[in-house]
């Protein structure tokens, strides 16, 4: 997300060879509308959207023929019921799912994800970073890999519970994430 408009025409274009499974924020957000351009003069699958927080961000640019796949954050966007209607629109335009979910998204986010991705005839791919031990221990009913694919359970709702016990083993810092604080040379703030 730190290309101008040109520069990720060209820097896409250059990694065709590569057949990458999509490019991702190839352009900043205030750069929206060379969407379409850019996924016109280039083969390689462009994604965006873990930073929209509204429709009127991602539904030009799935309307439009402008990404590849859609890459919510799904508790950015209001959670289930929000991305599930996402999740429509981008079958309908031929558009695929692939929900944000790094490590900061908790073990209940990436079931309620793998929820909407079984559910969906959208679904791209899933983001799954695994599961720390901790979390493991705290949170039952966790999502299992298995021969790289991603299994909910059969348990109500989402299937997983906590285990207060356990959680009270692991209390909570307010550390600053460094990656999240991107910032120039003259210490103004960056994209992460």
């Given amino acids: 997300s730190r290309l101008v408009p040109a520069d990720a025409v060209a820097f896409a274009r250059d990694l065709e060879p590569y057949r990458l499974f999509f490019l991702?924020?190839?352009?900043?957000?205030?750069?929206?509308?060379?969407?379409?351009?850019?996924?016109?003069?280039?083969?390689t699958p462009q994604a965006v959207g873990e930073l929209f927080v509204s429709p009127s961000e991602w539904l030009p640019l799935v309307s439009g023929g402008g990404i590849d796949f859609l890459r919510l954050h799904i508790s950015a966007v209001g959670g289930l019921t929000p991305a599930w209607r996402a999740a429509q629109v981008c079958e309908a335009h031929?558009?695929?799912?692939?929900?944000?979910?790094?490590?900061?998204?908790?073990?209940?986010?990436?079931?309620?994800?793998?929820?909407?991705?079984?559910?969906?005839?959208?679904?791209?791919?899933?983001?799954?970073?695994?599961?720390?031990?901790?979390e493991a221990e705290i949170f039952e009913g966790l999502p299992e890999l298995r021969g790289g694919y991603l299994y909910p359970n059969d348990r109500p709702g989402f299937g997983v519970d906590v285990d207060e016990a356990a959680a009270a083993r692991y209390p909570a810092h307010p550390d600053v994430i460094d990656w999240t604080q991107s910032r120039w040379i003259?210490?103004?703030?960056s994209y992460p």
């Fill in 24 to 43: 991702e924020d190839a352009l900043p957000p205030e750069h929206l509308g060379w969407y379409a351009r850019l996924r016109a003069a280039s083969i």
């Fill in 94 to 134: 031929g558009v695929r799912t692939a929900w944000h979910g790094p490590r900061d998204v908790s073990p209940v986010g990436h079931a309620a994800g793998l929820h909407l991705d079984v559910a969906s005839h959208a679904f791209g791919i899933c983001e799954f970073p695994g599961f720390s031990r901790p």
């Fill in 186 to 189: 003259d210490g103004s703030l």
